[in-house]
């Protein structure tokens, strides 16, 4: 109602002569302030009373009474319960266990939680599927305590109640009821049998409802060649412990390849045990965690992988295929071909390339094999996302189809590649409702956005294999006024149930087949039988779709298993006609740090140094070195120590991402590039959180190799990459690789060789007591700690290094520092990569230079030392504090703020510390890191440690630490003494494996490659590790003596 | 008030008649309410024949006191003069009170009217059986619940009125005596100069002349010293010495609370609770078995006690308010108010409001202290850090928490191996190596930086 009518404050305002009111309305103060009557008068200041000794006389009287005030402590108030929850008590752990179900991450975990605060996240070692968390999952605890997420609902940009959007959605839902518009639900994977059962009772009543399940980086083409040969939308499991040969086409599985978990079972086979350890071959475009794990890796596009297949199927099968490959790969694939056959059962293929043919070959060729490692039988759950649902959907939104539009888990705005037809389609849906724990660039769009629970706040419950359920509970109350998305249904559709009544009912009577619900809840896993939502709907109606169904699928069986047979000789030929379009291969990825970006605002992330590039902070395309010289791009490092790189601006099908830094990476197959996902949100995100550029515009047709045509840009990119050198140069001592053929016909000391030190001019071992000038103590009472770690076993996932962060209060720097080197990681994963195009070729050029210049010479021979090959084989070797008995660090320390405990750990006492930083100089493994900064409370560093809900994190029992301090791995002392503790109050002497499980690395290590322990406890694991042959220290000829000792790589170069 | 001695005959005359007063007032009243007052009269009669109240009072308190007082609601109703009230209000007589306080659940089970209107009125909160009570003991309660054994009120007055009286008269005699003494030394004073100035008369009269010594020119004393350079050198030693060592002791106190003894949201005494009535410490401070915090308890364990305990014993209280200068009941409804307990109705109104207690052992943040290290495994008395905490009202920091103080106690103590596993086989191990029979918390490595600092 617009008017004419005219508001004022003040009669004078009526006047429009009034100078006054002009004055007024111009200016705050309308007088200015009068500086120059007691500045400018220089009499008056000169005769006044106080004059400039009076005045520095006051300065320093309030100075000295304000330090002397100083010197009183603070009052310090202490507030104990009311009432105090029976199983808590202030300053004891406890756990529960729950599962992570978030879309892109399934897994079952504990949660360690101090006085009602989650604080960490650990293994449920019960679990038998999904056991293992992930970087991103022990992680996923602080994204609880982000001060940027949703406090409560908002409709159109406004704070409203809960009530108000129930109304809004129940009057809307009631109009909707009957007519001829959809309900839409687009949500994440659920894999959750109770939402299921929820949303089939919601369709029960609204005939109108549809369900569209979206992830936002899909499996399309394994999921459809699953159903195509099983009839059912799942995934296979495979178990790669029981393999013996594992062959994958660009599958990164040791990465997030169909929702990942596999590092476990993979690791196990890799330990060498009676000589026999299990080979694996990639081929793969970019350079991935699996492929820096293989024993052999060939560079191939993607377009070339499909031929390879092919050629491998075709092998297998005696029949031949078409296609081209060069000569090499053509020698490898027919290798590969013999090997499998050799393996026969003992063998698994697996691929990753996003092509249905492909998927259906490698699920014909393990099935042909009768391999041991596939398990279609018992198939996975989490990923459920149906691509064609999700375009139709916004096809029906846009044509004004769609009445309602709840959506829960996802950001289809910002991870849709056609985003802005689904904000154009929302603007015609009539009531949008997004649920999300931030504030995103879908809920900006959407009328309502619902505030929904962090997953350690929530009920659910979770099937991520058939069969294998999880449950999740929550650890903590909701910190906001929140409430999550099954809940809300719950009270639209106007049941009395609460969600957590819900799963219960949904459990005792569908799933639990008689067994305990505590006991279930406790675990927080159980295995029974496969689950049906329609078998406890009550409806008849629904019960007679069932059998409706169950009449369709046999038939459909039928012609799918009719269809299948002949598909995959289609499937052949497709794969061997591939053609790459023009440009470059780009194949889209997930970063092993962000994923697919729902964890942007998380700093821990940010920060974690991807386990290849080793670039935190940044997501860019990585382009192989001939293809980087023929584009004209470059990386190269500034003086300060920081990389720099170009920029190029990328084109698929027409869609462009400008200005993505380049990253030259060794191993990337010529003629492809790498993008990953998940980097470039702004909506809702903090400055320094909105990093790297979004690749989803490019994920085109929800398939992640797309044709791509790369241009430089102008500019350079300021990367934070914290390893600049990126290959050995020969010093096998560093990383002692061997082949698995020598490592069983030859004696330890050729693979594995004791270093030699000159005494008096004689060789001499480093270990020989008259070496040493240090005296010796007997180490052999009482504890003695001791880490071990398997290289062989590590495949470079990096979770240990968040689950360090979490338990050790490590600060977060940002990326400036970052890029200064100034990482504050306790616990780093140093990756190497080969000059030659193997390690032990390197050192055999290192040995082989003579003199300096020349042919020979070690001056131009260490310069072709420092770069990476082609395709260089890659090591990762995580390093902490090697808490050396006979450490270099204590002796310089002027304070002794850094001394060594009877236990074997090297101690840091925090608050004797000055910042010498003599200490970090004369560590040989550069393992100590030093405050350069307050990382807390400190505006320059807002991240989770400058609010006080992201402070709800840190670990109560280690100190937070200050500027000028220097800090490092302590062997988490604080877990190990609170096991002695235990142990003593007990009165028991500690249990086996007690250690192993305390110590943050050690425990969240799933792969089995850190270990922790007592070596003088009788046959612990610890003391056997140390005793095996493939036992080394780092950098032994320094003469440390660490309590870490490496176990020496072992390649299976066995080619039949 | 009333206890305070009258000691002016002007205030006992006028004390007398007030009393006089009174008297002839409750006699009006009596008059005016002669109906009412005639059933307690009875009661009081019934129970001079039937019962023995002084019997009662001790069954009362052994059976009854948990849950009933005489005269507020608890868990219970109110027991004064429960068996004449019943007998207005409901009809009810002796024998029902007998079957009730014998088989209180068997009555409700039968359907007795008023068996299940209190049972319902009190929450249902059944009350214990008692078939062990006989009749008569039932009597006495009853004779105890009409007429109490007067309270020894009496007896507390006297004693208290001459500690009153002695405290004042032992103030007043010291300030005599102060006073007798400074008299003494002023006439003293006055003696020797009479006795100076007389001394110096006789001096005269006998021709002894006094010679006024001539001031002869001297160096100041002053300028001699500043001439001698050493005595200089060494003063300005001393004296730097001298200010270094109160600087560094005045230093060294920076940061340590020792005798810190702020004043808490609620009075409550350590004293009264852990010395008088010997609570055991862990009672309340149960985490210290077991975690690093002793715990601060919270109010619902005060309330296993306090549900009952409404209000402290007089003594107690007039020697809260003599000696501390506080209300002891007061503080009891601080406690109420806190955990939102409605002592009306005996129940929780879920109003609550947290105690802000003042902490007073501060650790700094940089250490790392475990109670149930010291306190389960070491069996370390609270005391040896915590001091005479039963003898303190209000809590003070007794030790000074250094550094120093902790090692000292580390080097000093034996380490607590008997029946504990855990130490069976390094102790042994540890005392061939020191050759020692018993191990110190030092020589298990107790003194190791990082023991307590990470």
Redesign the interface.
Known sequence: MASNKKYWKNEAELNPNDSIVETLRQNEFVEDIPVDEFLGDKENLSSTNTNRRDFLKYVGFSTAAASLAACQGPVRKSIPYVVQPENIVPGVANYYATSIADGFDFASVLIKTREGRPIKVENNRDALVGGGANARVNASVLSLYDSTRLQGPVANGEPVDWSALDAAVKSKLAALKNSGQQIALLTQTYASPSTDRLIAEMQAEYSNVKHIVYDAIGEEAALAAFEAKFGERALADYDFSKSDLIVSFGADFLGDWQGGGYDSSYAKGRVPNKGKMSRHVQFEANMTLSGANADKRIPLTPMQQKIALAKLYAKLNGTSAGGELPENVQAAVDSVATQIRTAASNAVVVTGLDDVNAQTVVLAINEMLGSKAFDAAVPKYTRQGNAEAVNTLIADMNSGKVGALFVDGVNPAYSLPNAAEFVTGLEKVGLSVVFSTNWNETTEVAQFAAASNHYLESWGDVQIKKGHYGLMQPTIRELFDTRQFQASLLKWMGSDKNYYEYIKDTWTNGILNGADWNKALHDGVFVGGAFSASVLNADPENVADDADDKEEVPASDNVVAAASSISIASAISALTNATSGEGLELTLYPKTGMGNGSMASNPWLQEFPDPITRVSWDNYVTVSKADAERLGLENYNVANGGLDGSYVNITVNGVIVNNVPVIIQPGQAIGSVGLSFGYGKKVGLKEEMQTGVNAYPLYQGFNNIQAATLEKASGTHEFACIQLHNTLMGRGDIIKETTLEEFNTKESSEWNPIPHVSLNHQETLVTSPEVDIWESFDRSIGHHFKMSIDLNACTGCGACVIACHAENNVPVVGKKEMRLSRDMHWLRIDRYYSSESTFEEDNIKKDEFDGLSGDNGSLGGFGELEDPSVNPQVAFQPVMCQHCNHAPCETVCPVAATSHGRQGQNHMAYNRCVGTRYCANNCPYKVRRFNWFLYNNNDEFDFHMNNDLGKMVLNPDVVVRSRGVMEKCSFCIQATQAVVLNAKREGRPVAEGEFNNAVACSAACSSGAIKFGDVNEEGSEIASLEEDDRAYHLLEHVGTKPNVFYHVKVRNTNEV | MKKVPYLHPFSKILGVTVLFFLLISTSIYAQDEASAEASPEQTEAAAETDGDPAAGKTLFNQNCAACHALDRKMTGPALANVEARLAEDEGLDREWLYSWIKNSPGMIASGDAYANKIYNEYNQAAMTAFPTLSNTDIDNILAYTAAPPKKPAVAATSEAAPGAAGGSGSGVSNNVILGALALVFALLVVMLVLVNRTLKRIAEANGVVFVEEEAVKRKPLWKAFVDNQFLVLVSVIVLLLGSAYFAYGWMMQ??I?QGYE?IQPIHYSHRIHAGENKIECKYCHS?AR????S???????CMNCHKSIYQVSEETLAEGKQEYGVDYNQEIKKLYA???WDEENQRYTGN?K??????IH?L?????F?H??HV??AGVQCQECHGPIEEMEIVSQHSPLTMGWCINCHRETNVKIE????????HD??SK?YGVEKLTAAQ??GL????C??
């Not at chain 2, 077991?290 to 915090?293: A, D, N, R």
């Not at chain 2, 190791?448 to 023991?451: A, T, V």
């Open positions: 920076v940061g609370d702020p985490s077991v975690s690093k915090h715990g601060i308890p919270s109010l619902n364990v806190a955990v939102g609550t947290p105690v802000e207690w003042v902490r501060n700094p943040d940089f250490v790392y475990n149930s290290q389960t495994v029946g504990n596993e855990y130490y069976e086989k390094i191990e540890l190596k298990m490595g190791e930086c990082g023991k600092h990470y």
